[in-house]
């Protein structure tokens, strides 16, 4: 059966990674994706290093299952084909700075005209409001902004670079999902298109879920180890024997109080729920010692049996093997051209009547030019 959104048709105008992660996620879902990209404007994912077949992997994840129509915004003749084509479309989502797509002669305004019924999403660093909407910024910038990096790390440190970026993925593309499916459903129920404005500084802010509550309702300034999760409790990561590291969880008393028993502490179950800080950093310096006595599979075997909340930090390639993950087939075969597969992270909801899949890797630019403009 068909994923959820074969009835949805979008037009892709985004590069990097918010708008395409974004329209990867809606294309697995069944949406038919046509990505719009400017021939002498290479996007960074498609050369980005590693390859594999001599295709960068990013691009082969990032823009699997989607069409693509090389097109120069700037020539003559370009924004007619792009007012033909939204006639037909239900989504536009671009990635531009504001007012870019106005200057192109295909701005919001200019193709609801054309067409009322169509959703408009732009995502961008700031939004298409305020002082800060024209300013260039990246991931890092975002988070900064956006009071996440200020209690993220640890205090002597300061704030880490993140592995994964969270205000292009978690911000810029999840809620761009979350808008403009929300917006389908108005459609649905009034006939009304709509702009869909996402700015990846504000979604990285709304992230702020617990700190935020605790900072702007009941005055408690957040900094690196200074609460209960990020890193001012024994809720942390401690390194092994072996230079690996465990992850403790055990907030609940059931799982503080049979962490403790396992790790032979039972004398300091009582300070897993003690809001003295004192207590909280004498059973971390316990739980370090403890956990430094053993190598991450000896602890592993330990915790297996035990519903604890401790569990291993994995590297990527270890947590593809993982049986949790490969029951949720997590990672899977995505064909390419010449009829081999490509190893990709799998679609994450799993829905009772509909099946999400991956149709291809990313295409060649302009591979669908001729039955497109045809």
Known sequence: MAGPLTSLKILDFSTLLPG????????????????????DRMDLTRVMPPHDGGVSTAHGFLNRGKRSLGLDLKKEGSTEIIKNLVKEYDVVIEQ?????MDRLGIGYETLKAINPGLIYCAITGYGQTGPYRDRAGHDINYLALAGVSSHCGRAESGPPPMGIQIADVAGGSHHAVMGLLAAVIHRQQTGEGQFVDVSMTDAAFALNAMSGAACLAGGQEQKPESSLLNGGSFYDYYQTADGR???VGSLEPQFSTRLCATLGLDELKSYALSQNPEHQQKLKAALKARIAEKTLAEWQAVFAEQDACVEPVLTISEAAEHPQL????????VPRD??????????????????C???HVGKKLGADNDDILL
């Not at 531009?96 to 870019?100: A, C, E, H, I, L």
């Not at 490969?326 to 075969?333: D, T």
């Not at 490509?342 to 009772?352: A, D, E, L």
């Open 20 to 39: 395409p992660y974004a329209t990867m996620l809606l294309a697995d879902m069944g949406a038919d994706v046509l990505r719009v990209e400017a021939p």
């Open 96 to 100: 531009f700075r504001p007012g870019v």
């Open 245 to 247: 590291w465990l992850s």
């Open 326 to 333: 490969k029951a949720r087939n997590m990672v899977i075969g």
């Open 338 to 355: 010449d009829g081999t597969e490509q190893r990709q992270i799998g679609f994450p909801i799993k829905f009772s009547k509909t099946t």
């Open 357 to 359: 899949a991956a149709g």
